[in-house]
């Protein structure tokens, strides 16, 4: 079994720990960086591996003949791990109708992808457990966001104090996790993030708002706010009663191990069987 995985292999990438998940199945994998080449390279490419299955991770970049072409010689998958206002467009849609299967981290992608294909499944992104892991550090931060500062979330954020890391990657973003009493999360047009299942792997406690499709409980694996008022009285609340915040955290954590990218690997290679 041979992947060709059309992606970006950067140390901040998710692919490189997805592309580490499916070797550890067995597979052959070659990584590519699709960014910077035209698609004739990348045809050309797949001509020379003859892979079995060539997947696309979302590769906005590239034009719909690639997947085309690369039909000709193996089944294509298309990996879309971003909320749905993330280049979602026509371009897009007519890759994923083109390609044998699509895999969509949010809930809300598969509904509209089903619309171009009725080859379409959720995988959940999870988090990567050679990085994502609880580090034994002092928690001397109150409460944190890690991610960037755009729509509302500097009106919810800066008026509580929060500290906000805009370059945690990684390691470091761990570290954070490590160090925050409590974690935010806001997620994007109802769609979560991965650091979602980052924090709660990293032993954090979650203080999230609510997203479409969600498979943690509320109160007890994390915790869920509707308001910027609720927010505030959540956080209030937690950081004065740190042995419920306790619990609800090592619940979160046991919780999201089911998500590793060794089981997003698993679960893509399974629906790959299914539609052989």
């Given at each position: 079994m041979k992947i060709l995985f059309f992606g970006v292999f950067k140390d901040t990438s998710t692919n490189v720990s997805q592309s580490a998940g499916l070797r550890k199945l067995g597979i052959e994998?070659?990584?590519?960086?699709?960014?910077?080449?035209?698609?004739?390279?990348?045809?050309?490419?797949?001509?020379?591996?003859?892979?079995?299955?060539?997947?696309?991770?979302?590769?906005?970049?590239?034009?719909?003949?690639?997947?085309?072409?690369c039909n000709k010689i193996s089944k294509t998958c298309m990996w879309y791990m971003d909320p749905i206002n993330y280049n979602w467009n026509d371009r897009l849609r007519e890759k994923i109708g083109k390609c044998s299967f699509t895999c969509c981290a949010k809930e809300k992608a598969v509904e509209l992808g089903k619309k171009n294909t009725d080859k379409i499944i959720r995988i959940i992104e999870g988090f990567d457990p050679k990085i994502d892991y609880p580090r034994n550090l002092t928690q001397d931060i109150d409460v944190s966001f890690i991610g960037n500062m755009y729509n509302n979330r500097n009106s919810i954020l800066k008026p509580l104090g929060i500290q906000i890391f805009n370059d945690a990657y990684t390691n470091k973003h761990a570290e954070v996790v490590s160090r925050s009493k409590i974690n935010i999360n806001l997620c994007t047009n109802r769609c979560e993030s991965d650091r979602v299942y980052k924090i709660l792997a990293a032993g954090g406690f979650l203080l999230t708002d609510q997203w479409d499709g969600i498979i943690f409980k509320d109160r007890i694996d994390l915790v869920i706010f509707n308001t910027k008022e609720e927010l505030k009285e959540k956080i209030d609340y937690y950081l004065n009663n740190s042995e419920e915040r306790e619990k609800i955290r090592i619940a979160g954590r046991t919780a999201v191990q089911k998500y590793s990218r060794d089981n997003w690997a698993k679960q893509l290679m399974d629906y790959y069987e299914h539609i052989k």
């Open positions: 994998v070659i990584d590519y960086n699709y960014r910077g080449q035209n698609d004739d390279f990348l045809i050309n490419k797949c001509k020379e591996e003859r892979p079995d299955l060539v997947i696309f991770s979302k590769c906005n970049e590239i034009g719909s003949q690639v997947v085309d072409e």
